[in-house]
């Protein structure tokens, strides 16, 4: 066996200008991770979450997984969410991603990941848009929480060619609403109109975007999704039970989504049962389910490590070839037994 393998550091830049060259590779990159899960050909355990009695709206998040086929790399995501940082005009969340080799299980490589992470998110998103909603690639768009998560989902949605004839914003800080629309219009010529209230925002909306950081559901007039939207709830905890089950429900997978107090959890404790989930992201890939466009489609995406290891993997292999990974000297100075 040969000896110890390089490791190397990738820093931010370089992922950045990785993702921003290849984003067609990094769509199917996260699409095979889905399928590859969906075969059994990937291991993904839970979250597991670190919280601070003295801090509870602060936590950071281990997403241990491995991904099978050509990518065969296991690796791990060490994610933080402290909300208190925006008053400093610093993100929210932080990462970090290691990979190993799954081979020997030595460490390849450790990665900036805060964008590998809102990439993978996005990116997911912008598959299920384009496979659930009746007339793809075009509409009105709904944006309810304008963060870094909205602003990559809606990138990755114009780089997968979606018109939009009408954009509305809504979030409880106004300004926050104010700083999207200026990034939307000075980096994509697009126009949005800010709304003061929820149901104005979302009420004729074609695709909705809910990308909050709501601890506990609170929309709960079934009405607002009358006309039948396309609903890309990433954040999870914003749809009330009645609306969940007056939906069809697609997931990225069924056991990680109902669980964390999730819209779907808390559905399926007051039922007793997962009947109103329709399937997976990939049995609508694999034209399993049947699209009901007479109701609102949900999709609820927990967000799996499988898709940061094939993101993650992608990156290291290209910021390799290039020269932008930067190698450290014998790091693993001490891997010779005798």
């Known amino acids: 066996m040969a000896g110890a393998p390089t490791f190397y550091v990738i820093p931010g830049s370089s992922v950045k200008s990785v993702i921003d060259g290849n984003r067609n590779q990094v769509f199917a990159a996260v699409e095979t991770a889905y399928r590859l899960h969906s075969s059994g050909d990937a291991v993904n355990p839970d979250s597991y979450f670190l ?28 994610i933080s969410s402290f909300p208190e940082n925006r008053a400093g005009n610093l993100a929210r969340a932080s ?35 384009e496979h659930i909603s009746p007339n793809p690639f075009e509409g009105t768009l709904s944006v309810i929480g304008t963060g870094v998560i909205a602003r990559t989902t809606i990138e990755w949605l114009l780089f997968r060619k979606w018109k939009f004839h009408k954009i509305s914003l809504y979030d409880v800080d106004h300004k926050e609403a104010e700083h999207f629309s200026k990034w939307l219009h000075d980096q994509h010529n697009l126009q949005a109109d800010i709304q003061d209230r929820l ?14 950081t709501a601890p506990e559901p609170y929309l ?8 039948s939207p ?44 997962r009947d109103f989930v329709s399937g997976s992201l990939v049995d609508v890939l694999e034209k399993k389910i049947k699209l009901d466009h007479d109701r609102p489609r949900i999709f609820s995406p927990f967000g799996l490590g499988v898709l940061d290891i094939a993101v993650g993997n992608f990156v290291l292999e290209a910021a390799k070839a290039s020269g932008a990974a930067i190698a450290i000297p014998d790091f693993f100075s001490n891997s010779a037994r005798w």
């Open 230 to 273: 396309t609903v890309l709830h990433l954040s999870l905890r914003d749809i009330c039970v009645n609306v969940v089950l007056a939906s069809q429900n697609i997931v990225d997978d069924v056991d990680h989504c109902l669980k964390a107090n999730t819209s779907l959890h808390l559905t399926e404790m007051a039922t007793g049962n």
């Open 51 to 78: 919280r601070y009695p003295d801090n509870p709206s602060a936590r950071i998040i281990a997403l241990p997984a491995h991904l099978g086929g050509a990518v065969q790399k296991s690796g791990i995501k060490w």
């Open 95 to 129: 990462a970090v991603l290691i990979l190993n080799d799954a081979t020997t299980g030595y460490a390849l490589a450790c990665i900036e990941a805060s964008l590998i992470s809102a990439t993978r998110t996005a990116a997911s998103a912008a598959l299920a848009a």
């Open 199 to 212: 149901e104005d925002a979302i009420c004729d909306a074609s695709l909705i975007l809910f990308t909050t």
């Open 220 to 227: 709960a007039d079934e009405k607002l999704f009358a006309h």
